[in-house]
């Protein structure tokens, strides 16, 4: 029983990184209906500039608090930025382009990214801070749940709700959904359609860098790569829950994550992401649009 | 009220309006009548900036608005019924209103119009909590409408509001189109196949073929100039 | 030329990029002395980069508003593309592919083995280009596994030829059927999934093989790989390194002559045209008596026959496979051949395989910065050309009879 | 006759896998202007021909070709054994001689297809005997966890590892299993090796995975013992994994920095990189001294620098090296490694 | 004489809403019957349904080829009941955009040809014979619609008019012995209504049996043999157009007071 709680745990925690990835995913496809497969490097830059803001600030003798608070605000910043300047320059351009265009942009924007890191950074792994501390309170758990864990479980519930509520009841997130659905009408009613879509990749990419910080602190180390395994992964979990849909790339991330975490405990982890990717299969064959995306009949 | 000076709007390289001038005044009706692919849309989408014009001007109230973005279009009170109505296939019927309401921050006001227009079409009030995406045809038209009309405009752009409508629904539709008109003096641009109709209640009207103005004149007199009625009246 | 605007812009531009290459351009952590190197050279550069770069690009979208005032005022034609007219008239598509053929034939000949070399790995992407493009460009079906299908030749060739001692020209036509198997088997579950759930699906499906072939040792050989594979034989003479690669060079030229005329052939028949028409309406084309999945399953299948091919020619090729080499990112390269050369168009495809793949090879030259240069000119070519280098021309019927 | 005698230098010097490959050819780079220094072999100066293979077998082929229509002499490389394997026979009907500093999969030698292949470091089924004996003899553990990367290296190693252990049967195995390299978590096989109740873990892979594994061992509190290979045996491996790293025993060429040979380049390499050299540097040196003292006393002809080889020692930084009929060298062994305080320090 | 087209008691259910309620409907052979109601009573519904797009709740479809024997189309796919003679066009057009309107036609010839894979490859004669018929019989068409002029045009470069009559050449390309028209007036100004007007009776008079969903009465009575009034997915009325033209239950729902 315990082992099936621990495994359940990092199936959890798997989960939920991969959740904040997926929402960004979901939400870029769901406004342009595009596969942004540069969105792994987002999560990957935002990696890495919270490996550096925090190494100069501990350099330069700031207490931990202090570090953590900034770091977090620099890593959400640039990626978020990063994210922007990416629709700007290699999105927007092929709004009306043949639908394929925008992809293989975007497969080229995420080699470009990867290499940039690499070049501008380095090759090797770098040890990254562990900017979550291990609570005391968790010590009697810890062969469980570790303090980070915890803490990545909490952080991304949060974000997840404030995310929710804002695509729910604020006038962006409405301007956003009808983006998504009408994006001609919606310039018609007023919106800055320009604006939304920014934003979204603004929103996605932020997650990502949360996401990004949580992990890197998490697993201690990164490396320019990190970014496009965790990618695939948080695409297919967008996929499994229906992509475009919010709830559906939370829903596919956890399914996705404790899939693996029991393929692991109970069968064998060199199959893990045969099981990972087999489910996907099975699950969009009997419910083609994902779990909760809408399968639209096309009404002719 | 607006004014269109020397319009050329392209698609690529396809030049689909050529030198269009057109003038509209404060609370009339204008129409404008065309054949299939004379440039009737892109008019209505160069003045709201969907596919602005390459060469010449718009003028609202004086005011050259050729090069704002659409939103900014619609922020002056200038709103358009697309063809096909464009409804918010997710949204509900209600959420569609609000959405026609986007720029306006006065809950109160925009309740008291959401009722006014639940008046107007009752049919909507019915449908209320339904998806916009699979009303029919007409209920959508209606919708369509009425999410314009949320925003208050100064001036209305209509695009073939009458396509593919049973025929009573038709007549509804024409005699709201004359009710705003007058009730709430907003202007109206109208853009119909059925020229009969739209020339029926229309002050002025304009007649474009293939991107070119090639007539305007009083409504009245353009019903019964024989041109027209061969081509557009198939009289 | 140049509005003050315009510089003002530039300066914002080029202070944004200054600001977002900061972190990661200008500080180099050492996180273990915990010691940072402060680059400002860097900042310099790309400032300077930026600006230049935006000031051309302005100086470009202002010569294109000119040229669209002259052809307004009539002062200069608009011309057609003229990838469309050179690929559409035979009297200037003719010569170009005769002349090709010459300098194909010529090629070892005139240049070092190791061009050769490149040149065929270049040549089958040709083939694996042209195979994704029936499932791609023309059924408007997005595989993102197509790699999936080319291991499968690959290992078909390796195992057969390990445990049975099967040669290449036994084994070239069994890699194509079980290619053809595999897409069919893949296809029947998937092909009613709409566009991208697709491309996930094969996405997956192309991980799940190379997992496969990279965990079940026992028939695989895991990822250590399956090494001295025959070279194609030429009627068991036994070639020099130098003649079995040049050998092998013509092999390929003939493969993809071969694919080629079939591909074309297909495009303009019955079937091919209900590939497009798919590709444009599927409810339509139900509508109009076409069956949907047997006509997706063809496609599917067929593209999978020529990957399943072109594997086989790999494995002989490089006389060793291991797992490695179907990752996702072959997938994505095949991909960005055909939606880069031309989704539809044969003479896109050869055009942007042969971009692709030597483009990496001849920017060597570049060192390190050559995948970047290589990610950042995907981007540009697709802003610039969108519809590919060399777009589709329709057939036309009635000019002929 | 040959103007100069070209040393092929065939790597991954981009890409991810670039840290391995580019201490190589620093190294080659070095030995050879070391000796053009001394006024080349027997007079004529040495070139290095450096060619990048980013680890792909597909690429290693070109590389291989390119070497081999530039006629080098000999080639120092390639740095992965998939890559290896697909560049040999193209050197072998070329009839070049290749030194690897890095491949160390077995059937590179055992396979007896590679005549021409020869290395500077022990093969995996030798360190995978050093670590079981170790695990066994010294440590005198009865439970062991394999772990591996499903890499070429780490699932080859770890193979040998159990095999070898299930022959002895001094210790039992209770686990075998692979992890997926860039997952974003391993708390998952984590908890599962604790439950198999290992005493030890024998890892076969590079040190990332290495380095997340033993991190979530301890801060999920365990203390088992994790021993693994030289592709773990890095200083970026105790940088990454900091005070996790202490207590984990890792192979590796035995510690040869008092050599004179070694301190000699590694200071040539401070002087011009200004950087500790990286993985297989000793090795790279070794191969590029070795090649070059066999042509200095042996000629281009490579039957000739075979049997120097063979049968001749030569001076490098693990001593006097010469290679056995299979290509293996004599002289090169491992010995086992312990984190202390930060460092690796040799286990007696 | 027994009707061509027999649909029995359909039904058809979307979630909560009843789009079609027990409508029954007959065509008789070189008929051309019209299917009018408000916007919302079910109309493209009925089509989808008959036409195996949507898979109605209940009901029948029976076909009777002249002079060979019923079939029943319930749960066939949509290209089997196209190939049984059932073709149709759409309430919002949907034409193959980038493929030339001889190309567009041709499709239409698909389901009446069968040359393969191997075929298509090797080029044999009867391929060749078969291409070459496809290509005649589409012209053909053309002509017939006067769209031959611009066979090379891509479909989506043709006037909206054009584009439906288009439309129909697709359909009548199937060889159809029932042709199903969605609207074909819609955004059609008086004129080229007009024109539509003697297409259609051309076609009839060719032996086909023609069903005609349209809002534009003139066009209705005037061509129409027949006509059903669904209202709610109900049937409220039919019969002649003059009859039609006077039910008071159709002038409240449908028609209003004047037209
Ligand atoms: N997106 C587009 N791309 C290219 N050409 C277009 C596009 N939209 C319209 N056109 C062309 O521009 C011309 C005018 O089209 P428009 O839709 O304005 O005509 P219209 O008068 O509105 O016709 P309708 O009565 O069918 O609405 C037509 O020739 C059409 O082919
Ligand atoms: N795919 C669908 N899902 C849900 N409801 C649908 C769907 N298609 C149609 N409906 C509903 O069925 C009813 C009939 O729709 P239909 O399109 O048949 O009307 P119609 O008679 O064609 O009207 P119009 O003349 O405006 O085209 C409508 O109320 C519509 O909301
Ligand atoms: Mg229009
Ligand atoms: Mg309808």
New interface residues.
């Given amino acids: 029983m315990d082992y099936f709680i621990e495994l359940f745990f990092s199936g959890l925690t798997r989960g939920s990184i991969y959740a904040l990835i997926a929402l960004g995913y979901t939400m870029v496809y769901g406004i342009i209906g595009l596969i942004n497969f540069a969105h792994g490097e987002i999560y990957m830059i935002g990696a890495f500039t919270a490996l550096i803001v925090s190494t100069v600030l501990t350099i330069y003798g700031f207490p931990l608090l202090a570090v953590i608070v900034l770091t977090a605000l620099a890593a959400v910043i640039w990626a978020a930025s990063y994210g922007y300047t990416i629709e700007r320059l290699a999105y927007r351009p092929l709004r009306s382009a043949p639908r394929l265009s925008p992809l293989i942009s975007a497969i080229g924007m995420s080699i470009f990214l990867q290499n940039y890191v690499l070049l501008a950074q380095t090759s090797d792994f770098q040890p990254f801070p562990a900017l979550i501390p291990e609570f005391d309170f968790m010590e009697p758990y810890a062969h469980i749940v570790g303090s980070s864990d915890l803490a990545i479980l909490v952080v991304s519930a949060i974000v997840m709700i404030l995310l929710t509520f804002m695509i729910k009841f604020t006038r962006t997130g409405k301007a956003m959904r009808a983006t998504a659905q009408d994006r001609k009408m919606a310039m018609l009613v007023g919106i800055n359609v320009d604006n939304v879509i920014s934003i979204t990749f603004i929103t996605g990419s932020a997650l990502a860098a949360i996401g990004g910080l949580l992990i890197a602190s998490h697993i201690g180390q990164i490396n320019f790569y990190i970014g496009f395994i965790a990618g695939i992964k948080a695409f297919t979990a967008a996929v499994l829950g229906g992509i475009g849909s919010i709830p559906g790339a939370v829903l596919g991330s956890f399914i996705l994550g404790l899939t693996e975490a029991f393929a692991t405990g109970y069968v064998s982890s060199d199959y893990e992401d045969v099981f990972a990717f087999s489910l996907l299969v099975l699950i969009l064959i009997f419910k083609p649009a994902g779990l909760l995306g809408k399968a639209t009949v096309e009404k002719v | 009220m607006l004014e269109l000076r020397q319009i050329d709007t392209f698609y690529g390289n396809i030049q689909a309006l050529h030198e269009i001038d057109l003038k509209i005044e404060e609370g009339e009706i204008i129409s404008l009548i065309g054949a299939n692919g004379a440039g009737k849309s892109t008019t209505l989408m160069s003045i709201s900036g969907i596919t602005p014009p390459r060469y010449g001007e718009v003028l609202f109230k004086g005011k050259p608005i050729h090069e704002l973005s659409p939103d900014k279009i619609v922020t002056l009170g200038i709103c358009q019924v697309p063809e096909g109505r464009h409804i918010f296939p997710e949204l509900t019927v209600s959420e569609n209103l609000d959405m026609g309401a986007f720029l306006r921050k006065d809950k109160k006001g925009i309740e008291d119009d959401r009722e006014y227009l639940y008046d107007l079409f009752p049919i909507l009030k019915q449908r209320r909590n339904q998806p916009g995406g699979n009303l029919s045809g007409g209920e959508q038209q209606m919708l369509a409408m009425s999410r314009a009309l949320m925003a208050h405009p100064q001036l209305l752009l209509l695009d073939e509001p009458s396509m593919g409508l049973a025929p009573l629904i038709i007549k509804q539709i024409f005699e709201i189109i004359e009710k705003i008109n007058k009730e709430q003096n907003t202007t109206i641009f109208l853009v119909e196949q059925n020229a009969n109709l739209a020339l029926k209640i229309a002050d002025r009207g304009y007649v474009l073929e293939n991107g070119k103005i090639i007539m305007h004149d009083q409504a009245d007199k353009l019903l019964v100039n024989k041109d027209v009625q061969k081509a557009y009246l198939g009289i | 030329m140049l509005s003050f605007k315009d510089f003002r812009n530039g300066l914002m531009v080029t202070l944004?990029?200054v600001?977002?290459?900061f972190?990661?351009?200008v500080?180099?952590?050492n996180?273990?002395e915990?010691?940072?190197v402060w680059r400002w050279h860097?900042m310099l550069y790309v400032a300077c980069g930026t600006f230049v770069f935006y000031v051309l690009s302005r100086l470009y979208l202002a010569r294109k508003k000119e040229q669209?005032q002259k052809?307004?005022t009539g002062i200069v034609e608009?011309k057609v593309a003229w990838s469309a007219k050179l690929f559409s008239e035979p009297k200037f598509y003719i010569p170009i592919a005769v002349a090709g053929c010459l300098f194909a034939l010529a090629f070892p000949t005139l240049f070092?083995?190791?061009q050769v070399?490149?040149m065929i790995?270049a040549l089958m992407y040709v083939v694996l280009g042209l195979g994704l493009n029936i499932v791609?460009g023309v059924a408007g079906l997005?595989d993102l596994g197509y790699v999936a299908f080319y291991a499968v030749g690959a290992y078909a060739y390796a195992l057969l030829n390990m445990h049975f001692g099967l040669g290449f020209w036994t084994v070239l036509p069994i890699g194509g059927l079980l290619g053809a198997l595999f897409g069919i088997l893949l296809g029947f579950?998937?092909l009613?999934?709409?566009?991208?759930?697709l491309?996930?699906?094969t996405?997956?499906?192309g991980?799940?093989i190379r997992?496969?072939l990279?965990?079940w040792?026992e028939f695989s050989q895991?990822?250590?790989?399956i090494?001295?594979i025959a070279r194609p034989g030429l009627f068991g003479i036994d070639l020099?390194?130098e003649m079995?690669?040049n050998f092998m060079y013509y092999l390929t030229i003939l493969m993809v002559i071969f694919t080629i005329f079939?591909v074309n052939?297909?495009q303009d028949?019955?079937?091919?045209?209900?590939w497009?028409?798919l590709r444009?309406?599927e409810?339509?084309?139900?509508?109009?008596?076409?069956?949907?999945m047997k006509t997706k399953l063809?496609a599917f299948a067929?593209g999978a026959t020529w990957a399943g091919m072109a594997g086989v020619m790999?494995a002989a090729?490089?006389?060793?496979?291991?797992p490695?080499?179907f990752t996702?990112l072959e997938s994505?390269i095949i991909?960005?051949i055909v939606?880069?050369g031309g989704?539809g168009s044969i003479p896109g495809v050869i055009v942007g395989a042969l971009v692709l793949i030597l483009l990496p090879?001849y920017l060597?030259a570049f060192?390190?910065?050559?995948?970047?240069v290589?990610?950042?000119?995907?981007?540009i070519m697709?802003?610039f050309r969108?519809?590919g280098i060399i777009s589709t021309v329709?057939?036309?019927?009635?000019?002929k009879? | 006759a040959a103007e100069t005698i070209k040393i092929g230098v065939a790597g991954a010097h981009s890409g991810d896998l670039a840290s391995y490959g580019i201490p190589t050819m620093k190294a080659a780079l070095l030995v050879a202007q070391d000796l053009n220094e001394q006024g080349g072999i027997n007079g004529v100066k040495v070139e290095v021909l450096a060619e990048d293979d980013v680890c792909k077998p597909e690429v290693a082929t070109n590389t291989a070709t390119k070497l081999v229509s530039e006629n080098v002499n000999v080639v120092i490389g390639h740095i992965c054994s998939g890559a290896t394997k697909a560049a040999l026979p193209i050197y072998r009907d070329a009839n070049i001689i290749v030194m690897s500093p890095s491949a160390t999969n077995p059937d590179l030698t055992q396979s007896g297809d590679y005549p021409n292949f020869y290395r500077t470091i022990a093969s995996d089924d030798a360190q995978a005997r050093t670590l079981v004996d170790f695990a066994t003899d010294t440590l005198k553990v009865g439970k062991i966890a394999v772990i591996h990367d499903k890499g070429d290296y780490g699932k080859g190693l770890a193979e040998f590892v159990k095999s070898f252990l299930e022959k002895d049967g001094k210790a039992e195995v209770v686990l075998f299993e692979g992890v997926t390299p860039g997952a974003v978590d391993y708390s998952a096989v984590v908890q599962k090796i604790r439950r198999s109740g290992a005493d030890a873990v024998i890892y076969g892979g590079y040190h990332p995975e290495a380095s997340k594994i033993v991190s979530q061992m301890r801060k999920k509190r365990m203390k088992t013992m994790f021993l693994a290979p030289d592709g773990v045996k890095d200083d970026t491996f105790i940088n990454v994994t900091g005070k996790n790293a202490e207590g984990v025993y890792a192979s590796g060429p035995a510690d040869v920095s008092k050599n004179p040979l070694t301190k000699k380049f590694r200071d040539k390499f401070m002087a011009t990189e200004g950087a500790e050299p990286g993985a297989f540097f000793d090795n790279g040196v070794t191969a590029a001294l070795a090649l070059t003292n066999a042509i200095a006393k042996a000629g281009t002809d490579s039957a000739a620098i075979a049997k120097v080889l063979h049968t001749e020692t030569a001076d490098t930084p693990f001593g006097a090296v010469k290679f056995d009929e299979t290509g293996e060298p004599i002289g090169i062994g491992f010995v086992v490694y312990q984190v202390k305080d930060g460092k690796f320090v040799t286990v007696q | 004489m027994e009707p061509i087209l027999d649909v029995k008691n359909l039904t058809m259910d979307f979630g909560g809403i009843r789009a079609l309620d027990h409508l029954s409907l007959q065509i008789k052979p070189g008929e051309i019957v019209a299917l009018i109601g408000p916007n919302g009573a079910g109309k493209t519904t009925f089509f989808n349904c008959i036409t195996g797009i949507y898979k109605p709740t209940k009901g029948d479809l029976l076909l009777n080829p002249p002079g060979k024997k019923t079939k029943k189309l319930n749960g066939l796919k949509p290209n089997k009941v196209t190939e049984q003679g059932l073709a149709r066009t759409f309430q919002n057009i949907r034409l193959f955009p980038n493929m030339t309107v001889l190309e567009n036609v041709m499709i239409g010839r698909h389901c009446r040809t069968k040359s393969k894979i191997f075929g298509a490859i090797f080029r044999d004669p009867r391929t060749k014979k078969e291409e070459k018929e496809i290509v005649e019989q589409s012209l053909e068409i053309l002509k017939k619609i006067n769209l031959d002029k611009m066979a090379d045009e891509y479909a989506k470069n043709l006037p909206y008019g054009a584009q439906r009559r288009l439309e129909i050449a697709r359909a009548l390309a199937t060889e159809p012995i029932v042709l199903l028209l969605d609207e074909p007036a819609a955004g059609m100004n008086p004129q080229e209504t007009q024109e539509l007007d003697e297409l259609i009776t051309k076609i009839r008079d060719e032996g086909l049996a023609i069903l005609l969903i349209e809002h534009d009465m003139k066009l209705v009575m005037n061509i129409s043999d027949h006509i059903f009034v669904v209202d709610y997915g109900k049937k409220i009325a039919e019969g002649s157009p003059e009859e039609i033209g006077k039910n008071p239950d159709v002038i409240k729902a449908y028609l209003g007071e004047d037209i």
């Avoid at chain 3, 009613?192 to 759930?197: E, I, N, P, T």
């Avoid at chain 3, 409810?283 to 069956?291: F, L, R, V, Y």
């Avoid at chain 3, 290589?374 to 981007?379: D, E, N, P, S």
Wanted: charged content about 20%; hydrophobic content about 45%.
């Fill in positions: 944004w990029f600001f977002l290459t972190p990661l351009l500080i180099k952590i996180p273990i915990k010691s940072v860097n669209q052809i307004k608009d070092s083995t190791y070399n490149i790995t791609v997005l579950p998937v009613r999934l709409r566009g991208d759930y491309a996930i699906v996405l997956g499906f991980e799940i997992l496969i990279e965990n040792g895991g990822p250590s790989g090494s001295n020099s390194l079995s690669i079939v052939r297909l028949s019955r079937i091919g045209r209900a497009f028409a444009e309406d409810i339509a084309c139900q509508a109009m008596g076409i069956d949907k063809t067929l790999f090729k490089t006389t060793f496979v291991n490695a080499s996702f994505a991909l960005c939606v880069l989704m090879e060597r060192s390190d910065y050559r995948m970047l290589f990610g950042a000119i995907l981007v697709m802003i969108p519809q329709r057939r036309t019927y009635s000019l009879d």
